[in-house]
């Protein structure tokens, strides 16, 4: 048989005109009936709530409430993932008595008491022992800024050390609530040592195992006292100044093209690599438009994170990216695309914003540069062509001006929905006229589709069987050819159901 997914990119030109001759109503109508059939299907909870957007309309789809973020934090081998665990009911993340299995901000969907929350995994890994106290500390920092509650772990049969109080240093200038953790606590004969934990001034020190699951219910009953039901920092912020967060690889331009925007010597230019090490915010006016643009480290390749600098530098500025709502990736056209350029877009892509590319030092290039420039972007840069492209000079502040309408693009992309009537039409139309291709003796469809969220556009397909990835691609290019979303990723996730068992 031939792959019918060979068919895939050939383009359909006709797609766009038999949408327009479906009307709202009528389409509509036929995203009811395919909802409908839904009920054959083994559905759950989380179908549920997905399917309630789809319901609203277009006018009237909301946005589910943001998760209310729980960070737990603490050096290395105190027992935080073990807490995480038990707090989630379930294995999910890896515990070993190694300090440093955690290396990452890790995030999980958690309940308990019928209170829903997001629970953040933090990890104090720093190669160099000399730098692990800072390491810890910019884990901490970033965890605090983008949480609503913190759970500060310290292991109680080893009492307060420098690290710990390190940590408490940065979580007294923080306006969160804090819950001090004295953990290992599997007796009642230990709890003296957990009260001795007072000394760190934070207050009364929750005594828990998180090995045992002593005490982690009453300290849960405590923070959910304080936690609130809506996150203020995991919810979209509307309104006010949108934050643009500047990226590239050191030494590409990035200070200069913040100096420039603000028309002053807002940060420091130098050329040793690597002069930013924070973020930097900045109030600019340009285009007639207040943004917030945000000056981050250059990230380096991942053998240079071994300096402890470095490490903290690459961690606040992803911290920067997950607070921004649009990135802007500086090129350099003098030198080739490099992969570190593509791992940093790549980096853009997996945090959801919406992208701009920036190339650089246009002023510089010669045109035999430029024909070898056209080849590289072709072949590098070919899976992140639907980003709006700028050619600027940093330095000189040369075209600096096309930088707004493609940011206000690619903002209008991140924030578009479609309703569902027309997101179902579409699907129809274009599964009848390419089905996806046979597998094993199967042949999966489409049930019903819905947008679940938009920034980034996000949308949920109800489906029979797993769709290829090749088909996945297909329907996002498809998206893109009849809506645009010009500068902003999509993303396509399948929920593959069976039918219920009607003996049961």
Known sequence: MTDQGEDFDAPDDDLAE???SVDDDLAEQRAA?????????????DDLDVLELSEEGEEGIRYLPALPVIAIVGRPNVGKSALVNRILGRREAVVEDTPGVTRDRVSYKGEYLDRRFTLVDTGGWEPDAKGIDASVAAQAEVAIDLCDVVLFVVDATVGATSTDEHVVRLLRKADKPVFLLANKVDDVRQEPEAAAL???GLGEPYPVSALHGRGVADMLESVFTVLPQVSAVAKDEFGGPRRVAILGRPNVGKSSLLNKSAGEERVVVNELAGTTRDPVDEQIELGGKIWRFVDTAGIRRRVHLQQGADFYASLRTQAALEKAEVAVVLLDVSVPISEQDVRIIDLVLESGRALVLAYNKWDLLDDERRRYLEREIEQDLHHVSWAPRVNISAKTGRHLEK????????????????????FNAFLTELTQE??????GGKQPRVLFGTQA????????????GFLDPGYRRFIQRRLREIYGFEGSPIVINMRVRERRDRNK
């Open 18 to 20: 038999r949408l327009e």
């Open 33 to 45: 009936t395919l909802r409908s059939g839904l009920a054959d299907y083994a559905l759950d909870d």
């Open 198 to 200: 007072w000394n760190l």
């Open 403 to 422: 930088l707004v309408p493609a940011l206000e693009t690619a903002l209008e992309s991140w924030d578009t929905r479609i309703p569902t009537g027309k």
């Open 434 to 439: 390419h089905p996806h291709p046979v597998r």
């Open 453 to 464: 969220a938009s920034r980034p556009p996000t949308f949920v397909l109800f489906t029979t």
